[in-house]
């Protein structure tokens, strides 16, 4: 149910509104002026306020600045009988999203606020519609037909449908995050929010503000409320990318957030209802780390309600071929190549290798082939420079492996430069880097060269 407060001096007006609005199925309170508002908006969320302008104390703009200050997404509609266009220019400009004069109908305020909520759903499905648009679906979705990944395939369709918590457990570069979307899409969640967080990357001392958000001045730099990411992903799906890290302090209140569906906001009291989907990752051996005692038993359980243990590549060889497909016609496109193929010889190689790194492995080294093949329209062995991903850093070869991996930059660089007629710009778009980037490279490229010229 949406919320709206109504803040207005008259107190017939605030009658009227709180009746007419409470009847058409909004959750209303009121305020006679600014600083009692306030006051509520310090204990209670709020989607929308309607506001007179002059009040005593402060006037509606006044209030709505020091507002939103605290929470900058709540919406103003500003009433008023002193209606003038620098007036309503002003609200405007400094954040409501419509001004209406008195007098004025119920019906024309009812107009306005079903318009303001239809601009918000809007907003959201634009959002939502945007971020799908941004995960390249077409190069996201899952390979394989080994019996490994049929099964978890098989997984993925069982569990999509219901709200129920997931634990992936696989090596790093097997395509967790992939499984955790594809989850995510079957699901009847598939509209609202899928937020990721990498347990990982997230600062000790900024975990619990960024999982369940903190209020204006509950700590240095809070300068204004912030909504944790529980929040931000209500009715929708939250991945706990390497959960393993959630330092200890953090695991118990994690955990009664997933027991309770509640969150309370740092330096807040007040509980919010949350509607979250959790689906959590690793590629620790969380049993151990449990036997260590540093990861908490319960937490586990809960989180590990429909395991899903991802394969890693050199279980299922035989999607190997399937996957060099896959990539190769990504990296075809983004890299404006017609005809380029794998040589036989050289799939059946690549498919008898172990690659610890996994898929993101094979993915990379497949776009680095891509690059340094060239205008080859076949790519051998060599192009892909196994070797180079094998390196021991304590071998003597090492220096000679460097230097290979040198070359082969230089050459992608030449690559690039010859495919766009030397157009530095366009080459170093292709490359993925900056234009100062690829100048530097060719900078040292010439020094490389001056420096042999002297040694002989």
């Known amino acids: 149910m949406k919320k ?51 009040m005593p104390g402060m006037t509606g703009i006044e209030f709505m600045v020091a507002a939103r200050s605290v929470d900058e997404t709540l919406g103003f509609l500003i009433i008023t009988a002193y209606g003038t266009v620098e007036t309503a220019v002003d609200a405007l400009q400094k954040g409501a999203f419509d001004f209406v004069t008195k007098p004025f109908s119920i019906s024309q305020i009812e107009s306005r606020v079903n318009r303001y909520f239809e601009y918000e ?20 979705r899952l390979i394989g ?23 992936i457990q696989g090596e790093s570069g097997t395509g967790k995050e992939l499984i955790a979307q594809s989850i995510h899409d079957g699901s009847n969640r598939s509209d609202k929010p899928f937020l990721k967080i ?17 209020e204006k001045g509950s700590f240095t730099n809070a300068i204004r409320m912030h909504k944790g990411l529980f929040e931000e992903a209500d009715g929708g799906t939250l991945l706990l990318d390497e959960i393993s890290e959630i330092p200890p302090n953090m695991q118990a209140k994690l955990l009664r957030v997933l027991q309770n569906h509640t969150i309370t906001r740092v330096g807040n009291t007040q509980e919010l209802d949350v509607d979250v989907r959790v689906i959590a990752t690793s590629n620790q051996d969380l049993d151990k780390l449990i036997r260590n005692g540093q ?18 590549l050199r279980l299922r060889n035989s999607d190997i ?8 016609a990504k990296f075809k496109l983004k890299y404006r ?14 498919t008898m290798e172990d690659w610890p790194g996994n898929v993101r492995q094979l993915e990379n080294i497949i776009e680095r082939a891509v690059l340094y093949s060239g205008e080859d329209e076949q790519i051998t062995r060599e192009h892909f420079n196994l070797e180079s991903e094998i390196l021991n ?13 040198a070359e082969m930059e230089k050459q992608m660089i030449h690559n690039a430069l010859k495919r766009t007629a030397n157009n530095r710009t366009q080459a170093a778009d292709l490359l993925g880097i900056s234009v100062r980037t690829l100048r530097n490279k060719l900078h040292l490229y010439d020094e490389m060269n001056q420096d042999m010229l002297k040694l002989d």
């Open 4 to 54: 709206i407060l109504v803040v207005d001096d008259d107190l017939s007006l605030r009658t009227i509104l709180n009746e007419t609005l409470s009847t058409s199925g909004f959750q209303v309170d009121i305020a006679k002026d600014g600083k009692s508002a306030l006051a509520i908006l310090a204990e209670k969320q709020f989607d929308l306020v309607i506001s007179d302008l002059m």
């Open 321 to 328: 071929p399937l996957l060099v497909d896959h990539f190769l």
């Open 145 to 167: 037909q080994s019996v490994e990944m049929v099964r978890v395939f098989s997984q993925i369709s069982t569990v999509a449908r219901s709200d129920a918590a997931v634990f």
């Open 198 to 214: 990498n347990c990982s990357a997230i600062p000790e001392s900024l975990f619990e503000s960024t999982l369940f958000g903190h």
């Open 121 to 140: 759903d809007l907003k959201a499905e634009n959002k939502t519609l945007k971020r799908k648009l941004s995960d390249d679906r077409k190069y996201t």
């Open 393 to 405: 850093v304590d071998d003597a070869s090492s220096i000679k492996t460097v230097t290979t991996i």
């Open 295 to 312: 990861f908490r038993a319960d937490l586990y359980y809960r989180l590990n309600v429909f395991p899903i243990i991802v394969p890693p």
């Open 337 to 350: 190549y017609e005809h380029k193929e794998v040589a036989l010889d050289t799939l059946k190689s690549i």
